[in-house]
Nanobody, 115 residues
Framework: QVQLVESGGGLVQPGGSLRLSCAFSGSIFSSYDMGWYRQAPGKQRERVAELTNGGNTNYVDSVKGRFAISRDVAKNTAYLQMDSLKPEDTARYYC?????????WGQGTQVTVSS
């Protein structure tokens, strides 16, 4: 059974940076597409970034040029580097792994951008 554990969230000032991590276990990490999603209070969960098992990336327009998704296969970990953070980036961030129609979610990590 695939398990995902996020870490790295916290409180940061506008313009600051954070790196989120998603530790993967229970299957072959490199065969999964990985994604980061976020959900702010009162809003729907939205896809932030995606990294396919072939190495292709996609980002929501609002984070292009500021966020970067990556993976370290040796560490079974996916990352989301977040720079130039804005208050509107405040949300709970979730890691998602997908393969052949199977979808797995982590519990999320809170990111708060505030002065």
């Amino acid at each position: 059974q695939v398990q995902l554990v996020e870490s790295g969230g916290g409180l940061v000032q506008p313009g600051g940076s954070l790196r989120l991590s998603c530790a993967f276990s229970g299957s072959i990490f490199s065969s999964y597409d990985m994604g980061w999603y976020r959900q702010a209070p009162g809003k729907q969960r939205e896809r932030v970034a995606e990294l396919t098992n072939g190495g292709n990336t996609n980002y929501v327009d609002s984070v292009k040029g500021r966020f970067a998704i990556s993976r370290d296969v040796a560490k079974n970990t996916a990352y989301l580097q977040m720079d130039s953070l804005k208050p509107e980036d405040t949300a709970r961030y979730y890691c998602r792994a997908t393969r052949l129609g199977m979808v797995y979610w982590g519990q999320g990590t809170q990111v708060t951008v505030s002065s």
